[in-house]
């Protein structure tokens, strides 16, 4: 690890990790609240949807600015700069006297998380190697689902005793920690590495990494898996509240304990990794995401927990494919390691953001949509899978090998 002035190894574990927990904070702690916020600002559910679905385009879109930026000025003046948007965005949240404020906050609040997502992961790369760096992922993974599993429970309590504002009010706090945190962390990106052109030429950092076939298969094979849980997170209040007449409170236990389930799954993918070649990882993946979309629109369909049950390995396999990509893709990044980095995280931020959009058509019901998506994008990715198994895109290198080699 490249040494820090003020941080532990300890400590910029749990800074890493705090900084991924942004995003499903971000969104996770006031899904309670979608309903009294439709009733406060007297929206459409449309409108407070775009709350959600705004944030994660501008988030997956920033993270492309920022890649390149960070290349060329370093990690800690975008990790300040994000951070610091954050918190004031949080803020603007808190206040917002009407709906179209609140949206313009979001898209801000975005921006910032952008900027400090992407830093994190070239923060990984820049500080760990080998065996390291897959615990190192592992870890931060693991951890970094207290956010989902909490939030909601933590939304879900604020609502008690205040209104929808005070989710706001508590990520603007957190963001004010982090931007503490941000000015006692250390450059990692030595100057001689840095990007030598001028900001616009270091936007065409990105062209250079689209144009890695092998590097964009891989990715846009392992995006397609997000799009279903993210379908997820837009539909499942509908689904508990509205399908199976659960309160917010009761709502809130429910998707916790999905969202806990993902613990398993970091931690699955360092036990599976020393046995099993990654081929065998991924139809391992792919297996578990077909038997969880039969079910979702089987049994799914009964009861809220049997709803719960059939989504679980979906969960759980999509936890273990999250570490696993991102050690699979910084492998095949060798230089400019925070536009490597953006591609990693926009990409499947953007699928993210279309599975969004998908889980609230007007499906006969939201668990067959759910179901539907699914198999839909798990058998896509299978076929892209066979495409880059059988050379299409150049040699199947990582795919093929153990990542710890």
Known sequence: MRR??????????????????????????????????????????????????????????????FGPLSDKFGRRPILIFGAAIYTAASLACAV???????????????VGAGAMITVSTAIIKDCFRGQVMSKILAITQALGVIAPMAAPLIGGFLLTFTNWRGS?????????????????????????????????????????????????AVMIMFALMSAPFMAYLSASSFIYVEQFSLSAQEYSYFFAINASASIAGPILYLKLKNFMSNARLIQLCYLVAILSGILVLTVGQTRAVMF?????????????????????????????????????NFVPSLFGSLGMMLGTLPWENFISGLGIIILTSTTLSIALWILIKFGRFGSARQISSDVTQ
Not at 96 to 110: E, K, P, S, T
Not at 199 to 214: G, P
Not at 311 to 327: D, E, K, Y
């Open 168 to 216: 706001f009010v508590l990520l603007t706090i957190l963001g004010a920690v982090n931007l503490f945190v941000a000015f006692l962390f250390s450059e990692t990106l030595p100057e001689q590495k840095r990007y030598r052109g001028d900001i616009f030429q270091s936007l065409t950092l990105l062209v250079d990494a689209a144009r890695k076939k092998y590097f964009m």
């Open 308 to 344: 719960l049950m059939s989504f679980l390995p979906f969960t759980v396999i999509g936890a273990v494919s999250r570490p696993f990509a991102m050690q699979i893709l910084l492998l095949e990044a060798k230089e400019n390691v925070g536009t490597a980095a953006a591609v990693i």
């Open 96 to 110: 917002a006297g009407d709906i179209n404020f609140l949206i313009a906050g979001r898209f801000f609040q975005a």
């Open 4 to 65: 820090q002035k003020y941080l532990t190894l300890s400590a910029m574990i749990a800074y890493i990790t705090f900084i991924n927990m942004f995003v499903p904070l971000s969104t996770d702690v006031y899904l309670p609240a979608l309903p009294e916020m439709g009733n406060y600002f007297a929206a459409s559910e449309f409108l407070v949807g775009l709350t959600l679905t705004v944030f994660f385009f501008t988030f997956a879109a920033s993270m492309v600015l």
